[in-house]
T-cell receptor
Framework: AQSVSQHNHHVILSEAASLELGCNYS??????LFWYVQYPGQHLQLLLK??????LVKGIKGFEAEFIKSKFSFNLRKPSVQWSDTAEYFC???????????FGAGTRLAVHP | GAVVSQHPSWVICKSGTSVKIECRSLDFQATTMFWYRQFPKQSLMLMATSNEGSKATYEQGVEKDKFLINHASLTLSTLTVTSAHPEDSSFYIC????????????FGPGTRLTVT
């Protein structure tokens, strides 16, 4: 069965610091990968997604992620975080042909001004 | 963009009673919807796939008789927690594949259930 692991459960950064959140998946075939964000009190929103093509994916709000097939990774990055990026970030993989999203445990990011 | 709503956003019920949670796709049709459960500070766990006009598909370990799912129309799926117990207290979230394709899902704001 597919699974997703996120290495960092809780990250604390100062504004303007660079961010990288790790995500690894366990599936050797074709994968569809996502990063979702959940701001406090709000619903999940899609940050970016990878289906095929350019492994460097750009999303909203200055986020990007790089798909590295050899490492089974899809890490999320942002060069300079803002206080408003404080949220919980979830990596997810689409499970085969069933349209089911399998989520990682999430990373709670706190950005201090 | 595609919007998914849930009602209620917050509900408290007594142990032994049943609670119904609605999930609606507001501006698009969804033949499939998904129900997740999220415990505090934990990830979303898929409970079941709701299929319009047919039975829901439950994930392993999810009690079908306890979590009744009905997908009566192309814009509405309901989750009924029957004979609720305090351990059913959780955050329930639904999602639906958006109109642009099956790979992009849109999430509802969630329903917080507290069973006393």
């Amino acid at each position: 069965a597919q699974s997703v692991s996120q290495h960092n459960h809780h990250v604390i950064l100062s504004e303007a610091a660079s961010l990288e959140l790790g995500c690894n998946y366990s599936y050797g075939g074709t994968v569809n990968l996502f990063w979702y964000v959940q701001y406090p009190g709000q619903h999940l929103q899609l940050l970016l997604k990878y289906f095929s093509g350019d492994p460097l994916v750009k999303g909203i709000k200055g986020f990007e992620a790089e798909f590295i097939k050899s490492k089974f990774s899809f890490n999320l990055r942002k060069p300079s975080v803002q206080w408003s990026d404080t949220a919980e970030y979830f990596c997810a993989v689409l499970s085969g042909g069933y349209n089911k999203l399998i989520f990682g445990a999430g990373t709670r990011l706190a950005v201090h001004p | 963009g595609a919007v998914v709503s849930q009602h209620p956003s917050w509900v408290i019920c007594k142990s032994g009673t049943s609670v119904k949670i609605e999930c609606r796709s507001l501006d698009f049709q969804a033949t499939t919807m998904f129900w997740y459960r999220q415990f505090p500070k934990q990830s979303l766990m898929l409970m079941a796939t709701s299929n319009e006009g047919s039975k829901a598909t439950y994930e392993q370990g999810v009690e079908k008789d306890k979590f009744l799912i009905n997908h009566a129309s192309l814009t509405l799926s309901t989750l009924t927690v029957t004979s609720a117990h305090p351990e059913d207290s959780s955050f329930y979230i639904c999602s639906a594949p958006g109109p642009r394709g099956q790979y992009e899902q849109y999430f509802g704001p969630g329903t917080r259930l507290t069973v006393t």
